[in-house]
């Protein structure tokens, strides 16, 4: 799943996500518009999740 489309699928791990998150930044290169804001905020979202997820699967 790239940037461009987050969404419900498969639950990705949290550095999958991470790596989402930096490459939408990267090649972003300057202020994020609307829309890559709110990539960006839904792929936060999704990253705060897996990291969750991750926590409770290892305890």
Same mark, same amino acid.
């Given at each position: 799943?790239?940037?461009?489309?987050?969404g419900?699928g498969?639950?990705?791990p !949290?550095?999958?996500v991470n790596?989402?998150?930096?490459?939408l930044?990267? +090649?972003? +290169?300057r202020?994020l518009?609307?829309?890559?804001? !709110?990539?960006?905020?839904?792929l936060v979202?999704?990253?705060?999740?897996?990291?969750?997820?991750?926590?409770?699967?290892? !305890?």
């Amino acid at each position: 799943m790239s940037p461009n489309s987050p969404g419900p699928g498969p639950l990705r791990p !949290a550095d999958v996500v991470n790596e989402d998150i930096r490459a939408l930044v990267r +090649g972003a +290169g300057r202020r994020l518009t609307d829309e890559e804001r !709110a990539v960006y905020e839904r792929l936060v979202v999704e990253w705060a999740a897996a990291v969750q997820r991750e926590i409770v699967e290892a !305890a």
